[in-house]
């Protein structure tokens, strides 16, 4: 059973940046397609960012040209850095397997997840 564990997370202000982590252990991330989501206060979670493990990526809307989705299949990690940020992108935020259309989310589990709060 593969499990993730998200860091990277912290408050920071409008404008600012964060880099993401989400570390995979058992499994085989490598062949994995593989994405991050997100979960704001009273919202549902929501698809981010996603990556095949060709590299082909897929976003939402909202974080195209701020954020970028990559993964290193060596260390079984895929990141997520940001910038740009708004008040909005405050979230908790979670990686997890995803479906071959990058869109929605196919582990049974999820993680811990990182909390990222923007404000001033």
């Known amino acids: 059973q593969v499990q993730f564990v998200e860091s990277g997370g912290g408050l920071v202000e409008p404008g600012g940046s964060l880099r993401l982590s989400c570390a995979a252990s058992?499994?085989?991330?490598?062949?994995?397609?593989m994405g991050w989501f997100r979960q704001g206060p009273g919202k549902q979670r929501e698809l981010v960012a996603a990556?095949?493990?060709?590299?082909?990526?897929n976003y939402a809307e909202s974080v195209k040209g701020r954020f970028t989705i990559s993964r290193d299949n060596v260390k079984n990690t895929m990141y997520l850095p940001m910038n740009s940020l708004k008040p909005e992108d405050t979230a908790v935020y979670y990686c997890?397997?995803?479906?071959?259309?990058?869109?929605?989310?196919?582990?049974?589990?999820w993680g811990q997840g990182t909390q990222v709060t923007v404000s001033s």
């Open positions: 058992g499994g085989f991330f490598s062949i994995y397609a």
């Open positions: 990556i095949r493990r060709n590299g082909i990526t």
């Open positions: 997890n397997r995803v479906d071959s259309s990058l869109t929605y989310a196919t582990g049974g589990s």
